[in-house]
């Protein structure tokens, strides 16, 4: 059976643990990095990961966009969002439709 996971800072995940994800908090990047790595290898097939810990290992983050699992997605933290989350929506849209539907570029 497959898990759920998040990463980011203390703050921000906690309140993940009360719904039954598994709980990784992170300080800084290579905690992160260390920790993606390690729980992709472990049956995660879903990662949700803080966007301020995402834009800090966002290479290794790419390493497994091309595979089915896991799935990685940004989410915000406590600081509100950065707007990877959605900048990653609409970029798959305008690669599976050949332009951008869902938002007004004006």
């Given at each position: ?30 905690e ?14 879903i ?8 834009n800090?290992?966002?290479?290794e ?7 089915r699992?896991?799935?990685i ?14 900048s990653n929506i ?17």
């Amino acid at each position: 059976m497959y898990k759920i996971g998040v990463i980011g800072d203390k703050q921000s995940v906690q309140g993940f643990r009360a719904v039954g994800l598994d709980v990784f908090d992170c300080s800084n990047a290579d905690e992160a990095k260390h920790t993606l790595h390690k729980i992709a290898k472990d049956d995660y097939a879903i990662i949700y990961i803080t966007e301020t810990i995402c834009n800090g290992i966002i290479d290794e983050i790419n390493e497994y966009k091309g595979m089915r699992i896991p799935a990685i997605i940004p989410i915000p933290g406590l600081d509100g969002t950065l707007g990877i989350g959605v900048s990653n929506i609409k970029k798959a849209v305008e690669k599976a439709v050949g332009a951008d539907i869902l938002f007004d570029n004006n």
